[in-house]
């Protein structure tokens, strides 16, 4: 079992930053393959930003160059850093972490203000 909870979110203009970040509690978080997603009501779910229990990040198109995920396995944490921010970034934010079974936390609103 992996409890995740999310914290940084909030209000911020365009162009502004923010660094979510996602705090795992459990067994063996360091296997787990760690993504963000993002959902604006109304709306499916979009995938944002994995990092392998390796390391290895890969992105959605549209955050390219402008957010950043990484982990920490010594505090079992992971962060999506993003920058320039963009009114089409605002949503709720969700950490997901995969690996035997899978986990959802339960976001963290990110609103950009234009």
């Known amino acids: 079992q992996v409890q995740l909870v999310e914290s940084g979110g909030g209000l911020v203009q365009a162009g502004g930053s923010l660094r979510l970040s996602c705090a795992a509690s459990?067994?063996?978080?360091?296997?787990?393959?760690m993504d963000w997603y993002r959902q604006v009501p109304g709306k499916q779910r979009e995938w944002v930003a994995t990092?392998?229990?390796?390391?290895?990040?890969n992105y959605v198109d549209s955050v390219k160059g402008r957010f950043t995920v990484s982990r920490d396995n010594a505090i079992n944490t992971v962060y999506l850093q993003m920058n320039s921010l963009k009114p089409e970034d605002t949503a709720v934010y969700y950490c997901?972490?995969?690996?035997?079974?899978?986990?959802w936390g339960q976001g963290t609103q990110v609103t950009v203000s234009s």
């Open positions: 997901r972490a995969t690996w035997v079974s899978q986990y």
């Open positions: 459990g067994s063996f978080v360091e296997f787990y393959t």
């Open positions: 990092i392998t229990s390796g390391g290895l990040p």
